[in-house]
């Protein structure tokens, strides 16, 4: 004689159960934001007096090297901004973010003009500042998802209020890419020049600043038209830097 098996009903969670499980998530989002908040500024306040030892970015170069069977190879030597020459300072402020002395971190007519002309579809560098591209580098990932800007805004604000502009001046010159597997001012000037980054003159300095839009692919000598043509555009633009004044 076959037993019938009669299926048992799940009880409905009550209202009760229902604001329990609202009540747990709220304190763990609660939690994980203030434990966010607390680690992000702890390591803002660590780099703000200790060298930042790497990057994301030169993990993940590491990685992509790896994949397709490269050498991987790391070239990174902290200097100290007073160690680094003045004309690589106004270089990539000519290069890369003509108001970083004086904005809070972002520019919002670069932006603009940025957005404007990407809408018409015509190619032009991005609306970022000096103070965006360090909080990147340092504490973010490669990306364009609306996460990522969020997280890159928090930190430029952090780092504006903590760092000022000569320690964020000191990390991004010391952190950004140079070079394929070459990182920061020091490796940059022994790499393309053979000599320290405090030597650099003005025409090696701006050859370093043409590249950095994308320094896997040009490079600071025997460089093309395109970069030679950049070269000639930062130095007049060097000329016009006065005193840099942190």
């Known amino acids: ?20 499980f609202k009540n747990k998530l709220y304190r763990f989002l609660v939690k994980s934001f203030l ?37 991987i190879y790391f070239s990174h030597n902290w200097e100290p901004i007073e160690n680094i020459s003045v004309n690589l300072q106004k270089a990539v402020i000519a290069s890369e973010d003509g108001t970083f002395l004086v904005h809070n971190g972002f520019d919002f007519r670069a932006m603009e003009k940025a957005y404007n002309s990407n809408e018409r579809g015509r190619k032009i560098k991005g609306g970022s500042t000096i103070s965006q591209q360090t909080a990147k580098n340092v504490f973010l990932w490669q990306g364009r998802s609306y996460l990522r800007k969020g997280l890159e805004a928090y930190f430029t604000v952090l780092i504006e209020l903590i760092w000022g502009k000569e320690r964020i001046m000191e990390v991004y010159l010391n952190s950004i890419e140079m070079g394929d597997g070459v990182y920061g001012a020091q490796a940059a000037a022994e790499h393309w020049y053979r000599k320290d980054a405090s030597s650099l003159t003005p025409q090696q300095a701006a050859g ?32 016009h830097i006065g005193k840099i004044k942190y």
């Open 1 to 20: 004689m076959a037993t019938k098996i009669t299926p048992v009903k799940k009880k409905p969670l009550s209202k009760k159960d229902t604001g329990s």
């Open 208 to 239: 370093i600043a043409a590249i950095l839009p994308n320094p896997r692919k040009y490079s600071a000598t025997s460089s093309s038209s395109y970069i030679n043509t950049r070269k000639g555009k930062i130095l007049r633009v060097m000329q």
């Open 35 to 71: 434990w966010f908040l607390g680690i992000s500024i702890f390591f803002v306040v660590l780099f703000k007096f200790v060298p930042v030892p790497f990057t994301p970015l030169m993990v993940i170069r590491g990685i992509e090297n790896k994949s397709v069977g490269k050498e």
